[in-house]
T-cell receptor
Framework: KQEVTQIPAALSVPEGENLVLNCSFT??????LQWFRQDPGKGLTSLLL?????REQTSGRLNASLDKSSGRSTLYIAASQPGDSATYLC??????????FGTGTRLTIIP | EAQVTQNPRYLITVTGKKLTVTCSQN?????MSWYRQDPGLGLRQIYY???????DKGDVPEGYKVSRKEKRNFPLILESPSPNQTSLYFC?????????????FGDGTRLSIL
């Protein structure tokens, strides 16, 4: 059974710093991995999707990497801003459409 | 605008009173799914549907029903709600198997069962 872990559960960093969020999964037979952002009281916003054949994806200040063999993904946020404060979730999709989620990292950017 | 719409957004009700949470998507997606989100447990899949009239159980289906009579709609039914079904519920949709496209989520429905 696939298990997804995100450590740490919470992270606070000063504005302007670069930071890395971690995601690990136990079964490397994945179809893709998706990073989401969740704001309090809101739904999930898809940030980046990495296909199993890819090593990384970039969107603006965000860069997500995938090392399938070791069961790891990272989300790199450059030049953090207070508006980046949110909970970040990673989810892996295996050969069905089902997503298995981590429990998230709650990020706080300190102005 | 492409979106997944859930209603209601908030609901407080009592044990045993049947309720339905609606979900509608306007992207002609084949795949739709329901998740519940609980503190410390993350999001867990309740039911999913690969297409019209095709539904299957996820990880936590007990106490829930779904139907998929039309492609755009995927309602979640709680026939006899209980307090342990108090949670934040999300509906999601995607193009379906074979597409490497992201899943789209609704804004969530917060249910409180007293």
């Amino acid at each position: 059974k696939q298990e997804v872990t995100q450590i740490p559960a919470a992270l606070s960093v000063p504005e302007g710093e670069n930071l890395v969020l971690n995601c690990s999964f136990t079964d490397s037979a994945i179809y893709n991995l998706q990073w989401f952002r969740q704001d309090p009281g809101k739904g999930l916003t898809s940030l980046l999707l990495i296909q199993s054949s890819q090593r990384e994806q970039t969107s603006g200040r965000l860069n997500a990497s995938l090392d399938k063999s070791s069961g790891r993904s990272t989300l790199y946020i450059a030049a953090s801003q207070p508006g980046d404060s949110a909970t970040y979730l990673c989810a892996v999709r295996q050969m069905t459409e089902k997503l298995t989620f981590g429990t998230g990292t709650r990020l706080t950017i300190i102005p | 605008e492409a979106q997944v719409t859930q209603n209601p957004r908030y609901l407080i009700t009592v044990t045993g009173k049947k309720l339905t949470v609606t979900c509608s998507q306007n992207m002609n997606h084949e795949y739709m799914s329901w998740y519940r989100q609980d503190p410390g447990l993350g999001l867990r899949q309740i039911y999913y549907s690969m297409n019209v009239e095709v539904t299957d159980k996820g990880d936590v289906p007990e106490g829930y029903k779904v139907s998929r009579k039309e492609k755009r709609n995927f309602p979640l039914i709680l026939e006899s709600p209980s307090p342990n079904q108090t949670s934040l519920y999300f509906c999601a949709s995607s193009l379906g198997l074979g597409s490497n496209q992201p899943q789209h989520f609704g804004d969530g429905t917060r249910l409180s069962i007293l």
